[in-house]
């Protein structure tokens, strides 16, 4: 099934707990955006949930198995994270780059096969850098970057899919376009993607975290994007607007 499931999940980065008790099962169908005030434990969630960071209480399971029980080539294929930030230390080409993501399944052969870069050759082509593929990576924008790391997320093909902010250097078409591809990946992945846009999680999502002070609120969209839950989370005043078939968040 490749659920993803926090049991009493507890992550204390320092002295500071950010998040405390939390019970949480992403499912494939779904996309969940997680939302937040800054420094709340948005990243920290995400790298706990992939493995990264050892929580400070309870665990994280994928399909009833605790995360350390599961073996690290068996995990690279069952979940994968697309970081917020990106430091590329040598020159390479942006295929060669996506082609990383082939790891997890090129155990016992050193070569890319041609179906290794056909699939990066789509996944490049699905996020409109088709015709950046022989260009340095060194010497790409923020958001082409950001792109080049979905494409790479994309061949490894993971069942679950951890994006942390990925639209946040994307102008508008591509934030729009970005969302699309994702959302039409929650049809047959588990999705959970950070994010800073309410209004952005109230049109792609099907469900949301939200993370305050210790605490968090969880559901569909319809349940979870209300003032009663964004206003304490946030610390401001929200207002809905309702119209053309979706509902927007003003603050203040």
């Not at 706990?48 to 400070?56: H, K, N, Y």
């Not at 155990?107 to 870069?117: E, K, Q, S, V, Y």
């Not at 996944?123 to 790479?152: F, H, P």
Request: glycine fraction near 10%; charged fraction near 15%; aromatic fraction near 4%.
């Amino acid at each position: 099934m490749n659920c993803l499931r926090a049991d009493q999940l507890g992550i204390t980065i320092g002295r500071r707990v950010l998040i405390r008790e939390l019970n949480w099962q992403v499912s494939p169908g779904q996309f969940w955006c997680v939302l937040g005030r800054n420094g709340v434990g948005k990243t920290s969630l995400l790298h706990t949930v992939a493995g990264l960071l050892r929580p400070s209480a309870g665990r994280v399971l994928i399909d009833e198995v605790a995360l350390p029980a599961i073996p690290a080539l068996a995990l690279a294929r069952l979940r994968g994270l697309m970081p917020q930030q990106h430091v590329d230390a040598f020159s390479m080409s942006v295929l060669e780059t996506v082609l990383i993501g082939r790891t997890p399944y090129r155990i016992g052969r050193g070569w890319d096969t041609g179906a290794d870069i056909a699939a990066a050759r789509a996944a490049l082509a699905s996020v409109d850098l088709g015709n950046r593929a022989d260009s340095d990576v060194l010497q790409l924008s923020g958001g082409e970057r950001q792109r080049v790391a979905l494409a790479t997320l994309l061949v490894q093909a993971p069942a679950i899919l951890l994006l942390d902010e990925p639209t946040a250097h994307q102008d508008v078409a591509h934030q729009l376009a970005m969302l699309d591809l994702i959302r039409q990946l929650s049809c047959r992945h588990a999705v959970v993607m950070n994010c800073h846009d309410i209004n952005l999680a109230a049109r792609f999502a099907t469900h949301v975290l939200v993370l305050g002070d210790g605490c968090s609120w969880s559901g569909t969209v319809d349940e979870v994007l209300v003032p009663a839950v964004l206003e304490p989370a946030f610390g401001c005043v929200f207002r809905v607007l309702e119209g053309l078939g979706m509902r927007s968040f003003i603050a203040g």
